[in-house]
Nanobody
Framework: QVQLVESGGGLVQAGGSLRLSCAAS????????MGWFRQAPGKEREFVAA?????????NYADSMMGRFTISRDNAKNLVYLQMNSLKPEDTAVYYC?????????????????????WGQGTQVTVSS
């Protein structure tokens, strides 16, 4: 079992920045991937970014977030971060941290939400114009 707790959400003006954190507990093996997804009202949950838990630390980003968002990790502290810069009103959503055994050759599919077995409760990010 893996438990995930997100923090760091809030209200920010357009153009501002936020850093989300995800604290993970439980057994996280090297074949795990930690992902960030988001869900806006009335929309499906969409992929934001993912990072492998292995020594390689491969990353994957949704095209629309690349260059503005950065995912990183601290394996020693079991923490995953999402640094969000140049925020736009359309970034407003509940952001979820997820964990799943999507490492290795499966990392290609790390953008598929159904591959993640564990989810946090989400943290609200609101970007005002």
């Amino acid at each position: 079992q893996v438990q995930l707790v997100e923090s760091g959400g809030g209200l920010v003006q357009a153009g501002g920045s936020l850093r989300l954190s995800c604290a993970a507990s439980g057994r996280i093996s090297s074949d795990y991937v930690m992902g960030w997804f988001r869900q806006a009202p009335g929309k499906e949950r969409e992929f934001v970014a993912a990072i492998s838990w292995s020594a390689v630390g491969s990353t994957n980003y949704a095209d629309s977030m690349m260059g503005r968002f950065t995912i990183s990790r601290d394996n020693a502290k079991n923490l995953v971060y999402l640094q969000m810069n140049s925020l736009k009103p359309e970034d407003t959503a509940v952001y979820y941290c997820a964990a799943g055994a999507v490492g290795g050759v499966l990392f290609y599919y790390s953008n598929e939400r159904y591959r993640y077995a564990y989810w946090g409760q989400g943290t609200q990010v609101t970007v005002s114009s």
